[in-house]
């Protein structure tokens, strides 16, 4: 004969039992159930963001921004108002021509970069316009002598303002870091042509 402690103790094996049943179905459950997936946040969208990863051999100083990057061909001149090698006379930006200072037919006076060829870096500015008519033909940019013979690896000539070697015209990449206060149109470099130098 079951006595009233049994009856007792028989409720609480079976409510435990029923509880650890319980915890082993929700457990069941659980893991069952996938993790929720975390939606990405979106960020604004910024120029420099938009703009590919840089490559190593477009390599810049780190606080410098890339606002723009490209390819192009590249001419050479060197204008110092002595009338030799078609000078034009004094460049646009009112500075004396210089190592460094490069003619865009679009950018603005002022902008700033670096260009890139065979594994060769150059700083520049500029400081001049053109290249004029071969602009249209997709030579965008008139680097200054000494810099296109150090690129190339060929010898300045001060007296006659030429380069050594046979070379008039190079392919380049381009990085931009700071957009010029001066003239021009920002963005993609247009021929000179289009008259977006006077903007």
Known sequence: MKTLFDVRGNRRLTAAATLVGAAAVTASLVAAVP??????VKE???????????QPSLAIPTQEEVLLQGSTTGSYFWDDASGRQGDTGLPAIGKPMQQGMFASPSWPLGTEGYIFYKGR????FIGDRGPGVPSDSGVMLDIDGKTFAELTGTDW???TLTVGGDLGHIPIQY???KWGDGPGLRGEPVP???GAWRS
Not at 44 to 54: D, F, L, Q, W
Not at 121 to 124: D, I
């Open 35 to 40: 993790a929720p997936v975390e939606q990405p």
């Open 44 to 54: 604004a969208v910024n120029i420099s963001a938009a703009m590919p990863a840089r």
């Open 121 to 124: 870096k150059a700083k520049f």
């Open 157 to 159: 000539n001060e007296d």
């Open 175 to 177: 990085v931009i870091t």
């Open 192 to 194: 000179f042509s289009s």
